[in-house]
């Protein structure tokens, strides 16, 4: 290949010396801008030769040309020139300011597009500003609020997650989230984790359908377009750049003080025992009216003294009326945690090329380590990319293209199996703030308590190893002038192996045991070890043809793409660990099982695009694509989707001449398109991480259905052992539609855009509903008698309405200023617009626990939290008295309303006061629950909504003399979000502690508390008693975060010159700088969603998860 | 420049027009479809036939419950507990889990049917077979599902979802039977003697399991119909039907089967492995060395440590006949010490209730293990495994009886008194030697209680004990008979479903049969937390000492009495669910409802 490249290079060179001998005259001249001042080193150049040169500090040039030749002049922010020499000998050249140019060209389905004639709604990212030198882990982080309309949500900080990404909206159909399809250079990629951020030249967002609809179904939520970096002819160069960052926890909760804690547990415990002496704790052993005194006394005496791990008796704990008492104090966050982790980065490149062949070679490390501080080795992230593209231009009509990519990362974290807590398995957070701060997390005889603390201690770090690899060959022919055939194939693999054990490590039960003796937790052990292959097989051909007549532009576009998918997996657990420091499947005694399977489809599309343009004035786009997908049975596979867009271009119209020429308004379109695409509801499977070993990864892996029109038996384990074996059964078939098809995607689409003050302002505004119909949902409504619920069918419909706002500002001043702001805004509101049933059931809270996507009914608004109207805590005086026992029950006075239906089943619990009082909605003389169905919902009412809305992102960014800085703001203008658990609200029972902001509670000395009464029904006890879903706890997860600051410098182009450098760089950044959020000191961090696997169901996790990094680096850029 | 034109739209018109149909067609990799490809042998269709298994015959249940035995069927009159369980639901609800479960059920059978026509099998014989299994699973969902809704809609196709077959109104309870007995006859004459290939005897389907849950659900039905006062004469007649052929396949079983009854009664629910157990004739096995691992709880819950909140009460254990062949009768001062209220009874009692002590709470060594009512249950105690790992709870491990040659003499005896009713058959002495009187002890093949135990005295047709409590509208012989199906079944879970085939659910109403909620009789102990608040009462169940006050009398573990208002004429049948009424009614079809709800 070297000798390849230097071998065309010599050609390159002889040709243009040949060339150069032809010229017969020099012509002198002088750039200027609008303002008559000279502009330094613009190029100019010969048009069709390479002859050319560079401006000089005054501006001007001098050149040998033909006498007929024609000069090109470009400048960066300047719109490019052709002046015909025509035989002169002087030319006093003016170009015209023009920072649109700096994005003139948009890459847009299979092909790119002047940004001026766009139809559709397209937006792109200004990868350089948006990711400059953030140091940031993956693309998709970086993205949030660069785009309107597109929401990136991350479910904690862990590390090596792939954020959730979509697109207007969260849902596209009840099937299928509102993820677009991700492209790297024109082929699909699963996520963007394997993506190397430096590797990226420009990112554009596909939002409609009209846009999107040429790359078929998959693009039926829009399509995020990456092109990567490709070589240049030029000389080659080396870039160069790193990045060191130290993270801290973005956020840690920090407990009440001891005294606070232990007060408040006893006065929660005394509500149902009131003459109890002491109370035990599920992490803590026990506690009464002594502890505080003696965990004081500790205090005193050995307070921030290091006295080692192990604990003494009768000094840090002691054993009173055959109870364990503890008194040695821990911070919990401290304990657990580092306060700082380092993150290295490391990105190298080269590329180059000439005329005909260009190169681009980059490989980059990363490595990320975790805030784990205990576990046996830290957690940690890493990941290695590299790739190589090369492009080269065969003969006159023929030029081939060649890409690889690898990426490889890594994840170590802790067995989850370890971090479960009353049999289910929890968010490490879970487990570590559930434990007060007089939890014995040390040892005694050298056995550790048994507690998380001591259980991560021993435990087993999983490895979770992502490989994906890729690569691309094609061809692009030119036949004739006008005429281009393109031609890809392309193969992409990722697998995806995760290996795990767990086994019990020797702990000692200190609620109950006295005697300290040993117990093995977790019981049982095992060794798990998962993979899976996945091969996407991508062809894709199609030909473009552009065709100029006078004013009438027409370019064409027929092609024809193919994609086959095939996925095997395997999963192996063994039993019966020899020696836990080697858990591997090979070295156990017990009892083991295998499972595998495979699965496969294919998509097939035909696709057609005309773009019509008159004088850049009027612009009409079409196109057509005949989408067929192996996942619908013969007879339905085929659907054809047509789309079409117009945009008019106003300021090119001769009586707008006057206003544009006063360079107010520089540029407006106005834009409309409609267009449907095609959804065969196929949810493309990823692994989770950090699951659940044995279960969350063996069902996901298994339960993907790529077959909805077969009447699948399932094989499953009949519970019915014969031998040694559980007998597997096959289950009677499903049954199905015969004629299931696509779901059809509609989007309408008006947008605007417009340039103000000579371009410096730019403003694009959308308006869309997108409007998926023959939505698959619940099949018709059957008797019982049918044995089975009826299929699903096409039936329903989802509407989404949203609107998208832009805004730019980019000024250079004369003297080297330059600024650039940026802002988006949108919002958008999807509804389910038609569906079988007119109401629906409540759950209440319906975040993602439950009601998300269940639970539906024709007008329900999707993330809408059903919940009760709370009026204030109680007083004495809603009650007309007790029945006088140590643990009353009242009874609500006349006025009152009863809300005994709110109890729920809730042991040891009355309502009384200091408890939470609802509004009695409908006046019917009890607060209840009505029928719990959206048209007999009792006092319950829509108090909020969890989908994120009024979606922002702000961008500051200037540079002066080498220097440049920028801020970078997101936000989520309103989202509330109904959670439990105590980081939100204060516990109920067990010992858990409260947190600094929790201590205002009622009392009979606090009666205007924020909090109610302590007692059984506390945060864990969702759906009952004082905390059912109502307005009073509602979180308000809106929030405004200053996402990144950096600073920069770059050292002037002469000094380094001299040690032959182009470009020397160096930098600080710091991301996750501040958050505003409404939380009033909840800990839970504003971003946060609940959707890890484990989370599901339990809200009580809410919060707990994974802490997000603030991350500060520095690092340096150099090319060369 | 037009030539070109024309090739474009050529090439692009023959891209847009040509389906590839082939590149699409991805079968699946790693699921099969109903189709041929899968009912190609008989591998193929025994893997069909497993789903079966485990959800028809429950045992022991799965790790938490559900299953049929001890507590886990604790409505009955066997049963004590602090709080008295009662009738469900108090009003019919909209929707009914049974009535959903029974149609999801009747469909996979109706599926198996079905098959068996295309289904490939290699021979004639093997497809009978086959079908016979299939068309047994049917018979069984079908008579239960009448055992409990009364008239159903028959279904022996498999149904589309817009058959107008899906609002069919509810069928005679005879002709459904009718179509079971067929199904049943069927499975009976062309299900083989042993599945050569599947297991060992006693985990799979043959014709003993036919023939032996073919006389219970038989039986089950018929004396259903014909104790319910609404039953036309017709129906009479047709249970009668249903009788015989429970007795002739009962009396199939017991003559040919080669069943013997096992020699140690409390062996029979209390064993690791059945396998070799000579009595058991169906049997579903647990195990901690599979995956995944089949565990259950019962055993634990009979653990010396266990706490038994549901128990056996005094009239249960007053039921079992003292060793001369008399009744028990109660009141004496025979009932305050253990000596006289343990001995000389049934050998039976012993096996299935500790008698070495009333488990009275507050009052056994670690205050751990007491019985609410004092009589601890040990019938389901693996004994030389209780400290070993799988006794903890939900990590059981013993296996469960399903059908057992014990209950199939009881379907024969019982239906040989019942067709003595309708006069279409005469009980005889032999009846009682091949039945109870093994079951007591007597004659080859009998039960071997050991050396050195006083067997109850044969029952003869010259020597009926006369029991004072007896029902007047029930004889001598048939009220023996169903004591001796009450003690030998005892907490195996038929009770409920006894009285309910009986007719005799009133047994359920503790006011009327105030020893349905005592237990021991004992001294309270008012030093002792615990014990001081038992609540104590006469044999008439008048309260003598409440929570915290001294007294002596027997224990009344429930405060509050099972009465009249829960024990009502509809919980005879379950209620049809009234959203499916309302279904029927809008599609302009009727579904009725049963009575009382």
């Not at chain 1, 060959?473 to 006008?482: A, D, L």
């Not at chain 2, 006693?202 to 219970?216: A, C, F, L, P």
């Not at chain 2, 909140?309 to 009768?329: M, P």
């Not at chain 2, 009502?568 to 959203?579: A, G, N, S, V």
Request: glycine share 8%.
């Amino acid at each position: 290949m070297k000798k390849y490249i230097i071998l065309l290079t010599t050609v390159m060179l002889f040709s243009v010396q040949l060339f150069a001998q032809q010229a017969n005259m020099t012509v002198i001249g002088m750039v200027m801008n609008e303002q008559r001042e000279a502009v330094q080193f613009a190029a100019v150049s010969v048009k069709g030769t390479t002859i050319g040169t560079a401006t000089s500090v005054d501006g001007k040039f001098s050149l040998k040309v033909p006498s007929n030749a024609v000069l090109t002049v470009s400048y960066v922010g300047y719109t490019t020139m052709n002046v015909p020499v025509n035989g002169k000998n002087y030319l006093e050249i003016i170009i015209k300011e023009n920072s649109q140019l700096i994005d003139d060209v948009v890459v847009v389905g299979f092909s790119t597009q002047k940004r001026v004639s766009l139809t559709g709604a397209v937006s792109t990212v200004d990868v350089a500003k948006t990711l400059g030198s953030r140091p940031i882990t993956d693309l998709a982080h970086g993205l949030q609020g660069s785009s309107p309309g597109l929401n990136i949500q991350t479910s904690s900080g862990d590390m090596g997650v792939a954020p959730a990404i979509t697109l207007r909206g969260v849902q596209g159909s009840l099937n299928a989230k509102a993820t677009p399809l991700i492209l790297l250079d024109n082929i699909e990629i699963p996520d963007m984790m394997s993506v190397n951020p430096n590797d990226i030249a420009s990112i554009s967002v596909l939002k409609d359908a009209a846009s999107s609809s040429i790359y078929g179904t998959k693009g039926a939520w829009g399509v995020i377009l990456l092109t990567s970096k490709k070589g240049s002819n030029n000389k080659a160069k080396i870039s160069y750049d790193n990045n060191f960052a130290w993270s801290s926890p973005q956020m840690m909760p920090q407990y009440a003080s001891d005294e606070d804690n232990i007060n408040f547990t006893l006065t929660q415990s005394r509500r149902s025992s009131p003459n109890a002496l002491s109370f035990s704790s599920v992490q803590a052993g026990n506690f009464d009216e002594l502890s505080i005194d003696r965990i004081n006394q500790w205090k005193q005496l050995y307070g921030g003294k290091d006295l080692g791990p192990e604990l003494v008796k009768n000094r840090d704990f002691e054993i009173r009326d055959k109870k364990l008492f503890f008194y040695r104090t821990n911070d919990v966050n401290d304990m657990f945690m580092t306060k700082l982790s380092p993150q290295q980065s490391h990105n190298i490149n080269i590329s180059g090329g000439d005329e005909n062949t260009k190169y681009y070679v980059s490989f980059s490390a990363l490595d990320q380590k975790g805030f784990m501080k205990i576990t046996p080795k830290p957690d940690e992230f890493s990941r290695y990319t590299g790739n190589i593209r090369v492009e080269s231009k065969i003969n006159k009509w023929l030029t081939g293209r060649f890409s690889l990519m690898l990426s490889n990362s890594s994840k170590i974290y802790p067995t989850i199996q370890n971090l479960t807590f009353q049999g289910a398995p929890m968010e490490l957070g879970y487990t570590m703030y559930i434990l007060p701060s007089q939890t014995p997390m040390g040892t005694y005889n050298g056995v550790g308590f048994n507690n998380i603390y001591n259980i991560l201690k021993e435990t087993n770090m999983n490895e979770l190893e992502n490989q994906m690899e890729r690569l691309n060959v094609g061809s692009t022919i030119t036949p004739f002038k006008g005429l281009t055939i393109d031609a890809d194939y392309s193969r992409t693999s990722t697998n995806v192996h995760n290996s795990g054990a767990y086994y019990g490590i020797p702990t000692i039960n200190m609620n109950t045991d006295i005697s300290m003796n040993t117990i093995l937790q977790p019981s049982g052990d095992l060794v798990v070890a998962t993979s899976s292959w996945n091969t996407w097989h991508t062809g894709k051909a199609y030909a473009t043809y552009n065709l100029k007549l006078g004013d009438h532009a027409i370019k064409a576009i027929a092609g024809t793409d193919l994609q086959y998918y095939i996925s095997k997996d395997q999963f192996s657990e063994n039993q019966g660990i020899i020696d836990t420091n080697v858990p591997v499947l090979g070295l156990t005694t017990g009892t083991q099982i295998t499972e595998g399977t495979a699965r496969q489809w294919a998509t097939m599309g035909f696709f057609g695009r005309l773009n019509y343009s008159y004088n850049d004035k009027y612009l009409l786009e079409a196109n057509i694509r005949r989408d067929g997908s192996s996942q619908f049975p013969v007879g339905c596979r085929w659907g054809i989707f047509p789309s079409v867009s117009a945009g008019y271009v106003l300021t090119n119209e001769e009586f707008m001449k006057p206003i544009t020429d006063n360079g107010i308004l520089s540029f407006f379109k106005l834009r409309g398109s409609w267009g449907s695409i095609g959804n065969n509801n196929e949810a493309l499977y990823t692994y989770g991480l950090g699951s659940d070993l044995n279960e969350f990864i063996k069902n996901s892996a298994f339960q993907t259905d790529y077959y909805p029109y077969l009447a699948k038996m399932n094989i499953q384990p009949s519970s019915w052992v014969i031998g040694t074996q559980n007998i597997n059964a096959f289950s009677a078939p499903s049954v199905v539609s015969p004629e299931l098809s696509w779901e059809t995607v509609t989007t309408w689409d008006f947008g605007a855009d417009a340039k103000f003050l000579k371009n410096s302002i730019g403003v694009e505004f959308d308006l869309f509903s997108r409007i998926t119909s023959d939505m698959i949902s619940t099949g018709v409504d059957v008797p019982k008698t049918y044995g089975v619920s009826a299929p699903k069918r096409n039936f329903g419909e989802l509407t989404t309405n949203g609107w998208e706002l832009s805004l730019t500002y980019d000024k250079s001043f004369k003297n080297g200023l330059t600024i650039n702001l940026m802002g988006t805004l949108s919002d958008d509101v999807t509804k389910i617009t038609k569906f079988s049933t007119p109401s629906g059931t409540i759950s209440t809270g319906g975040t993602e626990t439950g009601g998300y996507l269940t639970n539906n009914y024709q007008g329900k608004t999707l993330g809408e939290i059903w919940g009760y109207t709370t009026d204030r805590l109680f007083t004495d005086a809603d009650f007309s008295g007790n029945n006088g026992t140590a643990v009353p029950t009242w009874t609500y006075a006349e006025n009152t309303p009863s809300q005994d239906a709110l109890i729920n089943g809730l042991s040891n619990f009355h309502y009384g006061p200091g408890d939470v009082k609802f509004k009695n909605l409908n006046g019917d003389g009890e607060i209840s629950p009505g029928n719990s169905m959206t048209d007999d919902c009792g006092d319950l009412k829509v108090i909020g909504n969890s989908a994120p809305h009024y979606l922002y992102g702000f961008r500051a960014s200037a540079s002066f003399k080498g220097v440049d800085c920028s801020l970078y703001f997101q936000g989520v203008g309103a989202r509330d979000y109904w959670a439990t658990g105590s980081s939100v609200v204060i516990p109920g029972g067990g010992g858990e502690p409260i947190f600094a902001n929790q201590t205002d509670y009622w009392t009979p000395e606090n009666l205007n508390a924020l909090y109610p009464r302590p007692g059984s029904s506390g945060g864990q006890t969702s759906n009952k008693g004082n905390f059912v879903p109502q307005t009073r706890y509602l979180m308000d997860m809106a929030y405004t975060r200053l996402k990144n600051v950096t600073l920069g410098y770059t050292i002037p182009g002469e000094w380094i010159k001299k040690i032959h450098f182009d470009k020397i760089r160096l930098f600080g950044s710091i991301e996750n700088v501040l958050t505003f959020d409404h939380l009033h000191g909840v800990s839970v961090d504003p971003e946060m969603q609940l959707n890890t696997p484990f989370a599901i169901g339990n809200n009580r996790n809410f919060g707990k998860s994974y802490p997000y990094f603030r991350t500060s680096s520095f690092g340096l850029q150099v090319v060369f | 420049m037009k030539r070109e034109i024309l090739y474009i739209a050529t090439f692009a018109s023959m891209l847009f027009l040509s389906g590839c149909d082939d590149f699409l067609d991805r079968p699946p990799l790693g699921a099969i479809g109903d189709t041929e490809a899968f009912w190609n042998n008989e591998r193929d269709v025994r893997a069909y036939s497993m789903q079966f298994y485990a959800s028809r015959f429950t045992g022991f249940g799965n790790t938490n419950g559900g299953g049929w035995f001890f507590s886990d069927r604790n409505l009955c009159d066997d049963f004590s507990a602090g709080t008295l369980p009662l009738f469900q639901p108090l009003t019919a609800g909209a929707a009914n889990d049974g009535w959903n479960a029974k149609f999801n059920q009747i469909r996979a059978d109706n599926i198996f049917v079905n098959r068996m026509s295309v289904a490939n099998t290699g021979t004639a014989e093997a497809t009978n077979h086959w079908l016979g299994i299939a068309r047994f699973w049917r018979a069984v969902d079908y008579s239960n599902f009448v055992f409990d809704f009364g008239k159903v809609p028959y279904f022996d196709k498999i149904l589309s979802e817009t058959s107008p077959d899906l609002f069919k109104p509810r069928d005679p309870i005879p002709y459904v039977m009718d179509k079971v007995l067929a199904d049943f006859n069927f499975a009976k004459d062309n299900v083989r003697l042993a599945d050569p290939t599947t297991g060992p005897k006693g985990q799979v389907m043959n014709k003993w399991v036919v023939e032996g849950i073919m006389s219970r659900q038989l039986l089950a039905v018929g004396t259903k119909i014909k104790y319910n006062p609404e039953s036309s004469d017709a129906d009479k007649v047709k249970a009668g039907i249903y009788i015989q052929a429970a007795k002739d396949a009962a009396k199939d079983v017991i003559d040919n089967g080669g069943f013997k009854l096992a020699a140690d009664y409390q062996l029979l629910c209390s064993t690791p492995d059945l396998t070799g157990n000579t009595e058991v004739i169906l049997f579903r096995a647990y195990s901690d060395a599979v995956l995944p691992l089949i565990l259950h709880s019962v055993m634990s819950s009979n653990l010396p440590t266990s706490g038994q909140g549901y128990a056996g009460n005094k009239d249960l254990l007053d039921s079992y006949l003292k060793t001369d062949g008399t009744v028990y009768v109660a009141g004496s001062t025979n009932d305050q010490s253990l000596n006289t209220y343990f001995a000389n009874r049934d050998p039976r009692l012993t096996k299935t209730f500790k008698t070495d002590a009333f488990y009275v709470a507050g009052k056994t060594a670690q205050n751990v293990g007491s019985a609410a009512t004092g009589f601890k249950c040990w019938k389901f105690l693996d004994v030389p495994n209780q400290g070993a790992t799988t006794a903890q709870n939900q990590k059981n491990i013993t296996d469960a009886p399903v059908l057992r040659l014990g209950e199939v003499m009881l379907n024969y005896i019982e239906a040989c008194v019942e067709l003595q009713d309708m006069s279409l058959y005469t009980v005889s002495d032999n009846d009682l030697e091949i039945t109870i009187n093994k079951l007591r002890g007597y004659n080859t093949g009998g039960r071997n209680f050991g050396s050195g135990v006083t067997l109850l005295p044969k029952l003869t047709l010259a020597a009926i004990p006369n029991d004072p409590n007896r029902d007047a509208d029930v004889s001598p012989l048939k009220w023996e008979i169903r004591r001796e199906r009450r003690i030998e079944l005892v907490f195996e879970g038929f009770r409920l479903i006894d009285l309910g085939r009986w007719r005799k659910l009133n047994y359920m109403n503790t006011s009327l049969y105030p020893k349905k909620n005592l237990g021991a009789w004992i001294v309270k102990d008012m030093t002792n937390t615990t014990n001081k608040n038992i609540q104590v009462a006469n044999l008439n169940g008048t309260v003598i000492a409440g929570a915290n006050v001294a007294g002596t009398g027997y224990i009344q573990p429930s405060i509050v009495p099972r009465a009249a208002d829960n024990v009502i004429d509809r919980y005879y049948l379950d209620y049809i669910p009234t959203q499916e009424i309302v279904r029927y009614q809008e599609a302009g079809y009727t579904l009725d409802q049963n009575p009382g709800w």
